[in-house]
């Protein structure tokens, strides 16, 4: 199911806070990537359709330098093949002592029109892939070279990362806090109601920084809250 551009572009404009709000009320509690940051929290909201990279530990004798000979090599072949516009999401099992990619891999994902890239692992050159305009979320910056600790396997997988269920083609956002996984069935409606959810938001933050209790304001028990709502909206054009 392809991402439509008009539900990119909600969410965009909201936060994993209220996307995993939107999802705990559908029953899915275990959404966002547990321990994960970016490395540049000014590049603005990240969106993309999962694009998946899975790891298993490394096995010494089938993990030389001479494996990246191989142009079929899975690590290799991901960074190549991830489409413009979806988002690699790699299984490093919550490994960060050796890292899930370098900065020329992150660079050719950037020139591709990768829209991200996440991992639960660490990334080496973690300095020069926070100066790229690319998002990326690591756990922590790791110097070693994957094939230290990591062995790529299979691409396009449901996969694990960061504790989250991550399957090809659910809907991957990110921001300054981290990121969620939307499955993909329902990205449309969990963009829709995070859209409505963000405008009652930001109505409450400007009443209460002008000093309103959160009392019938939030939630919205009281009437008036929901007159003054209705009038905000209508004022603000959202």
């Known amino acids: 199911?392809?991402?439509?551009?008009?539900?990119?572009?909600?969410?965009?404009?909201?936060?994993?806070?209220?996307?995993?709000?939107?999802?705990?009320?559908?029953?899915?509690?275990?959404?966002?990537?547990?321990?994960?940051?970016?490395?540049?929290?000014?590049?603005?909201?990240?969106?993309?359709?999962?694009?998946?990279?899975?790891?298993?530990?490394?096995?010494?004798?089938?993990?030389?330098?001479?494996?990246?000979?191989?142009?079929?090599?899975?690590?290799?072949?991901?960074?190549?093949e991830c489409p413009p516009g979806a988002v690699m999401v790699i299984d490093s099992r919550k490994d960060a002592r050796a890292a899930s990619a370098g900065g020329i891999l992150v660079s050719r994902l950037m020139k591709r029109g990768v829209a991200g890239i996440v991992t639960d692992g660490g990334f080496r050159d973690s300095p020069e892939i926070a100066g790229l305009a690319i998002?990326?979320?690591?756990?922590?910056?790791?110097?070693?070279?994957?094939?230290?600790?990591?062995?790529?396997l299979d691409i396009n997988v449901p996969i694990g990362c960061g504790d989250a269920p991550?399957?090809?083609?659910?809907?991957?956002?990110?921001?300054?806090?981290?990121?969620?996984i939307i499955p993909a069935e329902i990205a449309d409606e969990i963009a829709d109601e995070a859209v409505e959810m963000t405008a009652f938001e930001d109505f409450v933050t400007e009443k209460v920084l002008e000093g309103r209790s959160i009392l019938g304001l939030y939630p919205p028990t009281d009437e008036q809250s929901k007159v003054d709502f209705a009038a905000w909206r209508k004022a603000k054009g959202r």
């Open 135 to 152: 998002p990326a979320y690591h756990n922590r910056p790791s110097a070693p070279t994957n094939l230290t600790r990591h062995q790529a």
């Open 166 to 180: 991550v399957f090809p083609g659910d809907v991957v956002v990110g921001d300054g806090e981290g990121v969620v």
């Open 1 to 80: 199911m392809a991402l439509a551009e008009t539900t990119r572009a909600k969410l965009k404009g909201v936060s994993t806070a209220t996307i995993c709000t939107a999802l705990y009320k559908r029953g899915l509690r275990n959404q966002f990537i547990q321990d994960v940051r970016p490395l540049n929290p000014a590049l603005g909201t990240m969106v993309g359709e999962a694009y998946t990279l899975r790891y298993i530990p490394a096995r010494e004798d089938l993990n030389p330098l001479s494996v990246f000979l191989d142009r079929g090599h899975p690590q290799r072949k991901a960074v190549e």
